[in-house]
């Protein structure tokens, strides 16, 4: 279950009965789920704190399944739209768990008013998008809501994928030595959402990063790379995944900023909103985890598909049990990298 920008006002806590209106990848989130839902629905599937469950079911015979909810503001954005986004988000879910995504479901919460052509603009690009990726759609429903309810459209969706034999991803397999792979450059999808919804002229098209990341990850495994732990950076970012990370493994993770690829178009629109692009969320973007000896074969592997072109290593595990992240800056200081208390940009999948 799973910015540093301005902290909502109204905090959660284990007594608090008021929601934030910002969802997301921080610290308010985090202490709804440990507060609320993991005491509620206590199983070692969810103690994993994965991206997907990975569930046994037969002998040597393993599924991995998620879920995921879109409301995305606007409905059609620069590289993408919420269909696009619901089946890309769901199957990169299933793939950072080392699952091959197989099938989706799909649910549709449409608010009275909203013009069919887009009901069909979203419904043609969820199925390009899924025959991109390689999954079916095989099941759904659809509800109305009233005018005013549903900002036009709200989309759930479920997937499965089939887990090879063998294959073991998760944060607890971090081991301190790891090298940290990045797959391309962060903070285009947030950067793009705030663009289309406040109606931002910036000089240059800045466009989602949305795409499937399931055959990368593919080729990771199978070119024998002994791959520890993956994420993708949804919301909150890569600053907000690494920290889950070094949460739940135990261990410290120790970034070079030099090495974190952020396009020049993308950082000087966050220096203009004041946004951090260590916590802007992406969509087509994933970190992994491998041995240090298998770091230069896994960028070459990675190098190979067009949507990780981009990928590089940008730091380490180092052998010190205290949970943080820390980062090299462009000065030589060193900071720590914490969870931001809220959401940089709300309603960004």
Same mark, same amino acid.
């Given at each position: 279950m799973s910015g /540093?920008? !301005? +902290?909502? !006002?109204v905090p959660i806590s284990r007594h608090s009965r008021v929601l934030m209106a910002h969802g997301g990848g921080g610290r308010l989130m985090r202490d709804l789920i440990e507060s609320v839902f993991l005491p509620s629905f206590a199983s070692p599937f969810l103690a994993a %704190?994965? *991206?997907? +469950? &990975?569930?046994?079911? #037969? !002998? *040597? &015979?393993?599924? $991995?399944? @998620? @879920? *995921? /909810?879109y409301v995305v503001k606007p409905l059609f954005f620069p590289g993408g739209d919420i269909g696009s986004l619901a089946v890309n988000g769901t199957v990169n879910d299933l793939a950072v768990c080392g699952a091959r995504p197989l099938f989706l479901s799909a649910g549709f919460i449409?608010?009275?008013?909203? =013009?069919m052509e887009d009901v069909r603009r979203i419904a043609a690009s969820m199925s390009r998008a899924a025959a991109e990726a390689g999954v079916q759609l095989v099941t759904g429903d659809t509800k109305?809501?009233? %005018?005013?309810? $549903?900002d036009g459209m709200f989309v759930n969706t479920a997937g499965v994928g089939l887990v090879a034999p063998g294959?073991?991803? +998760?944060?607890s397999m971090v081991r301190a030595g790891d090298a940290v792979i990045l797959s391309g450059d962060i903070g285009r999808h947030g950067v793009a959402i705030l663009a289309a919804r406040e109606s931002l002229g910036f000089e240059t098209r800045i466009e989602s990063d949305c795409a499937p990341l399931a055959a990368p990850v593919a080729a990771l495994l199978a070119a024998g790379i002994p791959v520890h732990c993956l994420r993708d950076l949804t919301r909150g970012g890569l600053g907000a995944a690494l920290c889950e990370i070094a949460e739940t493994s135990r261990q410290r993770i120790a970034l070079d900023e030099e090495a974190i690829p952020v396009r020049e178009d993308v950082a000087g629109a966050?220096? =203009?909103l004041g946004l951090d692009p260590l916590y802007v969320a992406n969509e087509g973007r994933f970190v992994a985890f491998v041995p240090e000896g298998d770091a230069d074969r896994a960028v070459d592997a990675l190098r190979e598909h067009a949507v990780c072109s981009g990928a590089v290593r940008i730091g380490e595990v180092k052998n010190v049990c205290d949970k943080l992240v820390t980062m090299k800056t462009r000065?030589? #200081?060193? %900071?720590v990298v914490d969870l931001p208390s809220g959401e940089q940009l709300p309603r960004i999948c």
């Open positions: /540093s920008g !301005p +902290a909502c !006002p %704190r994965h *991206d997907g +469950a &990975v569930l046994p079911i #037969a !002998p *040597d &015979v393993r599924v $991995a399944f @998620t @879920t *995921d /909810s449409l608010e009275e008013g909203l =013009l109305v809501v009233e %005018r005013g309810k $549903a294959v073991s991803i +998760a944060p966050c220096e =203009l000065f030589g #200081a060193s %900071r």
